[in-house]
């Protein structure tokens, strides 16, 4: 599906790469070399690309010129990028994208100056964009800036759970966390899509909402791909949450679980392997206790549910808006919902794809 997806947009993920390479080439690197190495490094492992994705796919069934959404799909994958280098630090994370993270290979102090660096970079695509009006520019930095204030909100909250900012798992305001941490550069990404389209402030509100709830999608989809998913999915060691101590969904779950069945010990035990204390050795009594009460299956239950009402937000926006646009769709743009050169019939559209990619990997196997 990823590739469906990349092949749809593939010449606006072209650009929106151009835009972001180009906007490093700008700055003086003469005496600093390793690190234009490391963030070229960085911008070369792209990932998924799913925030620029987002905010195309939303652009694209709302009948915008898609050009002209590249700049601010640059901006919130620069931010992005700055992001997970500082996440990795924080989390002591060794692998990112399949390769060493920054601060394994260039101490911690220097992948934190390359996450801010990356960051500033996040803003001038915007500024430089001769495709977006003024007025344009400006509701553009605004929605990055809410977003950019939420995501750190969001990695305060994770963080502080491991300094004992929250007595029990029952305190710990999880939901929030992910809104923040995941779902806010969802959201903004959504939002701009739509901003970029000429949107009233509704539609760019429902915008907002569904990339909001397409990101809280993907992180529960994320913490559940860490115990139940399938090697193919993981592009990191499985487990990854339990050593870093998380409260991920599948643990909140468990010991919501084992609390309402009166589990007080097994509650207990688990709590306290999250705790501030010596972690176990193994994690395998842990697996063993979630498939006991199970909390796999009481996940999909869940993330199918979000991912029906998150379909039915994707119908309403592309089947009941009018395309409000500047002007026509520009190049490589086959308008909403449409079908690409030979296809035998309509395609899904850019959203309906990316809701499948996320939701790909919690089905199942064949035998």
């Given at each position: ?13 072209e ?14 690197w ?15 492992r ?24 590249c ?33 394994t290979?260039?101490t911690?102090?220097?992948?934190i ?32 800036d ?11 909250i ?15 305001p ?100 999250f ?14 206790l ?67 990619l ?10």
């Amino acid at each position: 599906m990823i590739t469906r997806l990349r092949a749809r947009y593939q010449r606006e993920l072209e650009l929106v790469n151009a835009i972001m390479s180009a906007e490093v080439t700008r700055w003086q690197w003469a005496d600093l070399p390793e690190a234009e190495r490391i963030i070229r490094d960085q911008l070369a492992r792209q990932g998924k690309q799913l925030r620029p994705l987002l905010a195309l796919a939303v652009a694209d069934v709302l009948g915008a010129g898609l050009d002209r959404v590249c700049a601010p799909a640059a901006s919130v994958e620069f931010y992005h990028l700055a992001a997970l280098v500082l996440d990795d630090v924080q989390d002591n994370s060794a692998v990112r994208r399949g390769a060493p993270a920054v601060h394994t290979t260039a101490t911690t102090s220097m992948a934190i100056n390359i996450a801010m660096t990356i960051r500033s970079l996040a803003y001038h695509p915007l500024h430089r964009s001769e495709l977006l009006t003024t007025e344009e520019k400006l509701g553009l930095h605004r929605e990055l800036d809410d977003a950019a204030t939420e995501l750190v909100l969001g990695q305060t909250i994770d963080i502080g759970w491991h300094l004992g900012w929250y007595n029990s798992h029952a305190q710990y305001p999880y939901d929030q966390m992910i809104q923040w941490k995941t779902g806010a550069m969802f959201g903004c990404a959504a939002a701009m899509g739509a901003q970029v389209a000429g949107a009233g402030t509704s539609v760019v509100d429902a915008a907002r909402q569904l990339g909001l709830s397409l990101g809280v999608l993907y992180q529960l989809a994320d913490d559940y791909l860490d115990v139940f998913g399938e090697d193919r999915y993981l592009h990191r060691p499985r487990y990854e949450d339990f050593r870093g101590r998380k409260m991920s969904a599948p643990v909140l779950t468990l010991l919501r679980t084992l609390v309402a069945a009166g589990c007080r010990d097994d509650a207990e035990r688990v709590a306290a392997a999250f705790g501030a204390g010596v972690p176990p050795q193994t994690w395998d009594w842990l697996v063993r206790l979630m498939d006991e009460h199970g909390i796999g299956e009481l996940l999909r239950q869940e993330l199918a549910a979000l991912a029906k009402s998150l379909g039915d937000q994707v119908s309403e926006l592309s089947a009941g808006l009018e395309p409000a646009g500047p002007g026509p769709a520009g190049p490589g743009s086959a308008g909403p919902g449409s079908a690409g050169p030979g296809s035998a019939g309509p395609e899904p559209t850019g959203l309906r794809m990316l809701l499948e990619l996320i939701m790909t990997p919690l089905q199942p196997s064949s035998p």
